[in-house]
């Protein structure tokens, strides 16, 4: 089974070397900023590096159980091979060098009164291989979505563990417990012939000498020692960035228990879309999450808006004084470190004549970013835009989460009007729940100029979108463009708008097509 060994083993290595750079975002972010001239199907695959890197990993598990279940049946063999008594060839390569010479080995079980087990757990490969095995098991387990929603904390920890897993498979190969023939021996001692006369061989036997062994160099750091060089440096990047001072100027308790953080930070420039990576020392010292800009790149400061949905959330909200119904001084805020901004589907939205902007819940928040950039653009009569047409769509099951967004909405929607280019700019508000005395005021105050909601002309609508009749009257009226569709959602409303995408594009060229993105963090 030794071919079922250094199979796999290769293509771990393969995979080993490419599982990181995935997750190097700074370097992800100058590939998607060098990009920009290039088509946007080429910008697009780097939206999938998520993807990509749990792939890569899930083939990893894959490759680790077969090298593992190949050197179990190879030691099993190794074992049977030393008690073997029938003076076959097996038994006779596993008696060389075991006459107490520095004659060189095949066999890694020394002796008979050894086993497997004792091998595993004293040389070098054994104890490596159950170390990465067992950090190996770890992080796959706790990156299981359950886990992951649930208990942050416990996926982000042994996520770590692959500092451990790669310092033990670079020296997993220094013990060379696969051996094979050197190349003098080789040439001594030809297999194909001496083979069937091992009973005879011997310094006495010129065509046949004993055979000399040596253990296979290490290769595993060479595939690995590029992507590590590349993901310290982003490392060293990311820390450097994230020594930078950030002050927070403003804290928001909106509805909906959410917060927004407005902040400055010198030399932070921005794109619409983007997302950072935020610490807070005094809630935890070694966790970073991930949260969209809602501000424009025009504004003076970026901000975020959070959503209390766990303890280091929660943690934010107390530090910031959200629990309190007193004015905080702004000294008594607590400190932030941020990394970014970073790059994402989003950014290429100014890219498409026709865009479709799908919000579910707090996934919102880039949109936010999008139309807060467009309504500048449309004050300081900005005129290279080219997009030409948003439709702009919101689930949400809580009437309070309209709130912090309805004065962007109306400013966006009087500015319109001002302007007179209403049509630029379609949204459609769902409410996905409601109970009884919602549902009777809504009745009560339906026939109000303004809907009583969200306070716009635009009434909100009840349940979910058709998205036959949605994708169906896009595609008629814009029957030659590319329209962006830009998702921050669940995975199943994700599976249904890219299943609409493909069945309302045009199988002709020059016909309408509907191009997805979906946000990934």
């Known amino acids: 089974a030794l071919s079922w060994a250094r199979a796999p083993a290769a293509c771990l290595n393969f995979n080993c070397m490419l599982i990181l750079l995935p997750v190097c975002r700074n370097l992800l972010s100058f590939l998607r900023g060098s990009c920009q001239c290039c088509s946007r199907n080429i910008t697009r695959q780097l939206d999938g590096n998520l993807t990509f890197h749990k792939l890569v990993a899930y083939m990893i598990a894959l490759h680790t159980a077969i090298h593992i279940l190949a050197h179990l049946l190879n030691f099993e063999w190794f074992m049977d091979a030393q008690l073997d008594a029938n003076n076959t060839l097996p038994y006779v390569l596993s008696q060389i060098g075991n006459e107490g010479t520095n004659r060189s080995y095949l066999n890694p079980i020394r002796s008979s009164e050894t086993s497997p087990t004792i091998v595993a757990f004293t040389t070098i490969a054994g104890l490596s291989g159950v170390v990465i095995t067992l950090a190996l098991i770890l992080m796959i387990t706790t990156s299981m979505e359950v886990i992951r929603r649930s208990y942050f904390e416990v996926f982000w920890y042994t996520h770590h563990l692959f500092v451990i897993f790669y310092i033990g498979l670079v020296i997993h190969g220094v013990g060379r417990i696969v051996r094979g023939q050197t190349e003098q021996s080789l040439q001594d001692h030809k297999p194909k012939i001496c083979a069937s006369q091992f009973q005879q061989w011997g310094p006495n036997n010129t065509d046949c000498p004993v055979p000399d062994f040596a253990g296979n160099p290490p290769m595993t750091w060479k595939w690995v020692v590029g992507p590590m060089f590349l993901y310290v440096c982003e490392r060293l990047v990311r820390f450097w960035r994230s020594q930078q001072k950030v002050v927070i100027t ?15 930070k010198k030399g932070f420039k921005m794109e619409v879309g983007q997302y950072i990576f935020m610490k807070c020392p005094s809630v935890s010292q070694l966790e970073w999450h991930p949260f969209t800009l809602t501000s424009a790149p025009e504004e003076d400061h970026f901000s975020v808006h959070i959503r209390i949905v766990g303890d280091w959330t929660q943690g934010i909200f107390e530090a910031c004084g959200g629990n309190k119904k007193e004015f905080q001084e702004a000294w008594k805020l607590p400190k ?5 901004p970073f790059g994402t589907a989003s950014e290429d939205v100014f890219r498409y004549e026709v865009v479709m902007l799908v919000g579910a819940g707090i996934g919102v928040t880039p949109f936010a970013s999008i139309l807060k950039s467009v309504w500048y653009r449309y004050s300081n009569n900005t005129t290279d835009l080219v997009t030409k047409k948003i439709y702009f769509y919101w689930l949400c099951r809580e009437t309070q ?26 949204y459609n508000i769902y409410l996905t729940s409601w109970n009884e005395a919602e549902a009777a005021h809504f009745t009560v105050h339906h026939e109000e100029e303004k809907d009583p909601i969200t306070g716009l002309k635009q009434k909100t609508l009840y349940g ?11 595609a008629g009226n814009h029957p030659s463009s590319r329209v962006g569709v830009f998702l ?7 599976t249904t708008l890219g299943r609409q995408c493909i069945d309302y594009s045009d199988a002709d060229p020059r016909g309408v097509h509907f191009i997805f993105n979906k946000e990934n963090f």
């Open 464 to 474: 979910r979108p058709n998205w036959d009749n949605e994708f169906r009257t896009i």
């Open 488 to 494: 921050c959602g669940p995975q199943g409303l994700a």
């Open 401 to 426: 989460a309209f709130e912090w967004f309805a004065d962007l909405l109306q400013s966006l929607e009087g500015q319109m009007l001002e302007r007179g280019n209403a049509d630029f700019l379609s």
């Open 250 to 264: 403003k804290v928001v308790t909106h509805p909906s228990k959410t917060i927004e953080l407005q902040m400055k």
């Open 336 to 340: 932030m470190a941020v990394d970014g």
